[in-house]
Nanobody, 121 residues
Framework: QVQLVESGGGLVQAGGSLRLSCEAS????????MGWFRQAPGKEREFVGR???????YYPDSVKGRFTISRDNAKNTVYLQMNNLKPEDTAVYSC???????????????WGQGTQVTVSS
């Protein structure tokens, strides 16, 4: 069992930055792939990026070059650094854990409760 808790969301102006954190419980955190997703009102959950247990990252084109995922296994924490934020990035951001990971929500076994990110124009 893995429990995930996100933090770091808030209100930021367009062009600004935020760093989200996702702290995991459990001793096997380092063996999990971690993903970030977001969901805006009335829209489907969207893949934002993932990081493998070994630190390999992957991003969709919508955030590539602006978002960076990193992990600190000693702290059981994964981070999502978001730069040059746009109003369309406004959403609830959630982290998720999986043995293998992927780009689809169903590939993930454990989810955090999410944190709101609002980008004003």
């Amino acid at each position: 069992q893995v429990q995930l808790v996100e933090s770091g969301g808030g209100l930021v102006q367009a062009g600004g930055s935020l760093r989200l954190s996702c702290e995991a419980s459990g001793r096997t955190f380092s063996s999990y792939a971690m993903g970030w997703f977001r969901q805006a009102p009335g829209k489907e959950r969207e893949f934002v990026g993932r990081i493998s247990w070994s630190g390999v990252t992957y991003y969709p084109d919508s955030v590539k070059g602006r978002f960076t995922i990193s992990r600190d296994n000693a702290k059981n924490t994964v981070y999502l650094q978001m730069n040059n934020l746009k109003p369309e990035d406004t959403a609830v951001y959630s982290c998720a854990a999986a043995r293998t990971g992927g780009t689809l929500p169903r590939a993930y076994d454990y989810w955090g409760q999410g944190t709101q990110v609002t980008v004003s124009s």
